[in-house]
């Protein structure tokens, strides 16, 4: 067997960022004031919010079962009272216990059909909370919201530096910001997760505006939070409507965009379709695989399994799931949207094999799409894959490593700053409409994303194959460099040069 590879030691996920700005701002000379301004984000926000936490139903160790074994079960009636939680435990709702027959042992009930529950009493919680700002010079600061037990400065230091490039790319007018809530949203109730999105724009709510900085979804953020923080921002203003525009990836029944929902996934399969189109192939019967199946990844996935592409193989969270001949995606999309799929989670689909997480990178197949955390492309998974391309839908799922590897073996590389524009492009088309009080039909939308994604991305591969050129759909003319690059070197580089284009035209105010 091969011996592993050695990765090396990770830097801070920052610094590992902001090595292809770097490159890229060494390659086109940019002026150093600029660097110096773009080097750090403009304002790093991070402050705490408590919330109120119901009582819990935990359940009890293995351990410590047989010491309950004898202890008679409740009648205490699950449904609505009990409330289940992603992560196995029961929000106790007071309700439950009216009319209930209960017996407690050491604060241990039994539960008909559930089990062993010890009650865990709720009170006040305090979460790290942050909001990183990066750079405004092209317009509002722009970014999502982030709710995950693994965040930090660093990592929204990092993809808060991300949007300023990506929006730049897309060229809308808007800048780059990210943040979120440390918090393991599996732990917490709807109603938990609601008071925690609620103290959290209340905090930011002088920093955040239509024309200040614009949230949006990101991971274990949706349309539901979105409506919350745009009440809790507008709620009392004399013109609450003019200030829909405060976020985006809002439900289409009030003020969202037709498209939005999909767009992230449409435009990777926009970039995917004009990666096979210079290879004069289409991408139907390519064989994909898909890693993160929420927003970006059951998007990818319908869309690609839509025009006739196999998707091989699926990975999220908590399971793999692969069948060679394609899997049935609406079928799976039903799987995890099941009632009692709380993790809504591809694991246990009939519809094909689980395979190891280890297996997964190494099945045979044209394109990869990592499209859940960053990180997950590290030298060694690199190493084994059996790909073409590597489509980044997730932000920063490429390490340094993986890149190295990746351009060693020629695989291609769409990078995320282009791949998962589409996003935020369409939350720009939402931020209009509000603006406007418009609504766009769907076709309206996805012309528009697919002119914006397929004009820039065509920009990136004229820069990086040193082919500049007039076409009827953009002008690469202006961005070349003068010889062949790397694509995310490239894709930075045209980010890069919007960028300056603002300071340089409208210079420093001293
Ligand atoms: P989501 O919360 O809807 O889904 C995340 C998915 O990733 C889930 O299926 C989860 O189970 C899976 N996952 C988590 N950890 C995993 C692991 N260790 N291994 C395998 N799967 C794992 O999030 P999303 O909105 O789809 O975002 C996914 C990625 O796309 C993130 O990197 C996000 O920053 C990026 N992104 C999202 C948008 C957007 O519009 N939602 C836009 C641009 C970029």
Redesign the pocket.
């Known amino acids: 067997m091969k011996p592993s590879r050695k990765d090396s030691p990770r830097k801070s996920i920052f610094d590992e960022t902001m090595e292809a700005f770097y490159r890229a701002a060494d390659l086109i000379h940019l002026d150093p004031r600029v660097q110096l301004e773009l080097e750090e984000p403009d304002f790093e926000h991070i402050f705490y919010i408590t919330i109120e936490t119901r009582d819990r139903l935990v359940p009890v160790s293995k351990e410590e079962e047989a010491h309950f074994k004898d202890l008679p079960a409740s009648s205490v009636k699950a449904g609505e009272a009990l409330e289940p939680l992603a992560n196995g435990q029961f929000v106790l709702h007071r309700r439950a216990l009216l009319k209930a027959d209960i017996t407690l042992r050491e604060g241990v009930l039994r539960i008909p059909k559930r089990g062993l529950f010890r009650i865990e009493k709720g009170g006040p919680k305090k979460f790290k909370a942050y909001r990183i700002q990066y750079n405004q010079v092209r317009g509002p600061y722009k970014g ?1 919201v ?1 709710y995950h037990k693994d965040v930090s400065l660093d990592l929204f230091k990092a ?1 808060a530096a991300d949007m300023t490039w ?1 929006t730049a790319i897309v060229d809308i007018p808007f800048g780059g910001a990210k943040g979120g809530v440390r918090i393991d949203p599996s732990a917490y109730s709807k109603e938990e997760l609601e008071h925690v999105t609620l103290r959290f724009i209340y905090k930011l709510k002088n920093l955040i505006g239509p024309y200040v900085d614009i949230p ?7 349309p539901e939070i979105m409506a919350k923080m745009m009440r809790q921002f507008t709620d009392g203003a004399a013109t609450p409507h003019a200030m829909r525009g405060v976020v985006t ?1 809002k439900d289409v029944r009030i003020g969202g965009s037709e498209g ?1 929902a999909k ?2 996934g449409q435009g990777t399969v926009y970039c995917l379709e004009e990666w096979a189109r210079w290879r004069g192939e289409s991408l139907a019967g390519k064989r994909v695989l898909v ?8 998007a990818s996935a319908e869309i690609l399994h839509a025009m006739g592409a196999k998707v091989v193989g699926v ?4 399971g793999t799931v692969v069948n060679e001949k394609g899997l049935d995606i609406p079928a799976l999309l039903t799987h995890a949207a099941g009632p009692e799929n709380l ?4 694991e246990g689909f009939p519809g094909g094999a689980s395979a190891s ?1 280890e297996e997964f990178w190494k099945i045979d197949a044209e394109i990869a799409i990592p ?4 990180g ?1 492309i590290t030298g060694d998974v690199a190493e084994g894959l059996k790909v073409q391309v590597v489509a980044e ?5 490429t390490t340094p490593d993986g890149d190295k590897v990746l351009r060693d073996r020629k695989i291609d590389l769409i990078p ?1 700053i282009v791949c ?5 492009t369409v ?1 720009y088309y939402e931020w209009l409409q509000n603006l406007r009080m418009e609504h766009w039909s769907e076709a309206e939308v996805n012309n528009r994303l697919e002119r914006a994604i397929k004009a820039n991305f065509g920009i990136i591969h004229d820069i990086a194959n040193d082919s500049p050129q007039k076409t009827p759909l953009y002008d690469s003319r202006r961005f070349a460099v003068g010889k062949k690059i790397d694509m995310r070197t490239a894709a930075m580089a045209l980010a890069l040069r919007r960028i300056e284009n603002h300071y340089l035209l409208e210079g420093f105010s001293q």
């Open positions: 999502g982030r993809l990506k949006a979804p990101d991971v274990n953020t949706n990836g939005r767009a992230t890693q993160g199946f929420g927003n970006v990844g059951t990975q999220d969270a908590y993790r809504r989670s591809v997480r499209a859940a955390l960053g997950s839908a997730a932000n920063g799922p995320d998962n524009a589409g996003g935020v939350s």
